[in-house]
């Protein structure tokens, strides 16, 4: 394999290639769902994919470890989250890490860039995180460019024109 070369020229050679040696992974991907914060308003959860995920939570805000393109959105929109934050993957061909974003309509929803929080863990995203693109609902609550995800994760949070009350629990 050389760079430059395509993806299928690549797998054709790794089908040739010797069998390599069976490795365990486990522990390597953290699929635990960390409740980071609790408030009246809901919650604040950092996750590996929204595929871990179960029901709907109308309240709660994720922070996940994967990209924000629009595959993400896709799992996203069956959990219906109060906003989201995602990683922009280095932005990807044509923004394709971060293409989601505006697929999640109402929802507030940005992502943080690849350079601030590590691609594959979900505490990265929301302890180090920096903003690097949010979608219209996001910016109209105040999400910016170079905040932190901690508190983009709060705005979205205490956004209060979305209908739900303190009180009800999920």
Sequence with gaps: ???GQ??????RLLL?????????LHGVIDESIHEVEITLQGRIFAVWSFARVKGEH???VFCVASHGGKVMADYARGVKPRGLIANDAGRGLDDSGM???DAMAA?????????????GDALSTYRDGVISAANAPARAIGVRL???ARDAAHLMLHEQNRGQSPNSVD
Excluded at 16 to 24: E, F, L, M, V, Y
């Design 1 to 3: 394999m050389r760079p």
């Design 6 to 11: 395509s993806g299928g020229e690549a797998a």
């Design 16 to 24: 040739k290639a010797a069998r390599g040696k069976a490795c365990n």
């Design 58 to 60: 109308p309240r709660d």
């Design 99 to 101: 293409d989601g974003l």
């Design 107 to 119: 929802t507030p929803a940005a992502t943080v860039s690849a350079d601030s929080a590590r691609i």
């Design 146 to 148: 170079n905040m932190t």
